[in-house]
């Protein structure tokens, strides 16, 4: 089992730049497949990005290909989401996620998340 807690997230002006981490608890961080998703209010829960257990593969949500970034550092048990470019329509809670196990980087790209963390609000204001 892994256990995720989410740091970073806060205010900021439409085009600007935040850094989420995502720390996991545990010796087994490299085995897991991670993604970011996120939440906003009267919207549905959209998977913005994930990142093969080895960090060869990446996903990005269309909504934020070209300004977000996921990078791990298996050495440190942390996975990181850089965001640039913010937009107003990124307001949102950012939840990481963990999947391990057979498929474990495909189930995150559809939302099918094995572990998640209680999140970190991003505001972007306009």
């Known amino acids: 089992q892994v256990q995720l807690v989410e740091s970073g997230g806060g205010l900021v002006q439409a085009g600007g730049s935040l850094r989420l981490s995502c720390a996991a608890s545990?010796?087994?961080?490299?085995?897991?497949?991670m993604g970011w998703f996120r939440q906003a209010p009267g919207k549905e829960r959209e998977v913005v990005a994930a990142i093969s257990w080895s960090g060869v593969s990446t996903y990005y949500a269309d909504s934020v290909k070209g300004r977000f970034t996921i990078s791990r550092d298996n050495a440190k048990n942390t996975m990181y989401l850089q965001m640039n470019s913010l937009k107003p329509e990124d307001t949102a809670v950012y939840y990481c996620?963990?999947?391990?196990?057979?498929?474990?980087?495909?189930?995150?790209?559809?939302?099918?998340?094995?572990?998640w963390g209680q999140g970190t609000q991003v505001t972007v204001s306009s």
């Open positions: 996620a963990a999947n391990l196990g057979s498929s474990s980087f495909s189930r995150l790209r559809v939302g099918k998340f094995d572990y």
């Open positions: 545990g010796r087994t961080f490299s085995s897991y497949s």
